[in-house]
């Protein structure tokens, strides 16, 4: 069961600002990793999956990138609504673990 | 619309049982597993375990196996999560979700809040 680890844990930043956000995989999972984003009282709505692949609707200032144990979430120009919990997910292998999510704040 | 939608917030006291529910529409519910996630207040995600709701074929993550029943009834669309003895532990934000094809996740339920209180 590989563990993803995310990093960083919290991320201030400003409307306009890039950034990027990394999880990296105690085993080599492949591409099999999906990227959430969460707000709160909310559910988990999936962003990328397959490390770079789009979900239908998902803005197209969110990109995912890496393979094998490091993987990014890139957003390239944040928005208000952008302002969120991201969880990096493996289903590689069941149960298909989380990273322990990063905190994206307002600077 | 292809949605999952989950039975509404339960307060119960230690001891006590419980079951939830989620229930898939507008898609073929019997050809997607249905996975269950725990979030307890302020933290992050935990699978729990998922059922094929065809033939009921269940696995659990080992930290939850004999804490909790992963069920499901496709006569009606629906899967279970189920305790026999809650705890104040169990306090959480439970979600259901389905896996597509690709492995991940594109569908989630809106979450039940289970609060277990004396």
């Known amino acids: 069961d590989s563990q993803l680890t995310q990093s960083p844990s919290t991320l201030s930043a400003s409307v306009g600002d890039r950034v990027t956000i990394t999880c990296r995989a105690s085993?080599?999972?492949?591409?099999?990793l999906s990227w959430y984003q969460q707000k709160p009282g909310k559910a988990p709505k999936l962003l990328i999956y397959?490390?770079?692949s789009l979900e239908s609707g998902v803005p197209s200032r969110f990109s995912g990138g890496g393979s094998g144990t490091e993987f990014t979430l890139t957003i390239s120009s944040l928005q208000p609504d952008d302002f969120a919990t991201y969880y990096c997910q493996q289903y590689n292998s069941y149960p298909g673990t989380f990273g322990q999510g990063t905190k994206l704040e307002i600077k | 619309e292809v949605q999952l939608v989950q039975s509404g917030a339960e307060v119960k006291k230690p001891g006590e049982s419980l079951k939830i529910s989620c229930q898939g529409s507008?898609?073929?519910?019997?050809?997607?597993?249905i996975g269950w996630v725990r979030q307890m207040p302020g933290k992050g995600l935990e699978w729990m375990g998922i059922i094929y709701p065809d033939d009921s074929d269940t696995r659990y993550r080992p930290s939850f196996q004999g804490q909790v029943t992963i069920s499901a009834d496709k006569s009606i669309s629906t899967a279970y999560l189920q305790w026999s003895s809650l705890k104040a532990s169990d306090t959480a934000m439970y979600y259901c979700?389905?896996?597509?094809?690709?492995?991940?996740?594109?569908?989630w339920g809106q979450g039940t809040l289970v609060t277990v209180s004396s």
């Open positions: 085993q080599s999972i492949g591409s099999w």
């Open positions: 397959k490390a770079s």
């Open positions: 979700a389905r896996r597509g094809s690709g492995g991940y996740y594109s569908l």
């Open positions: 507008g898609y073929t519910f019997t050809n997607y597993w």
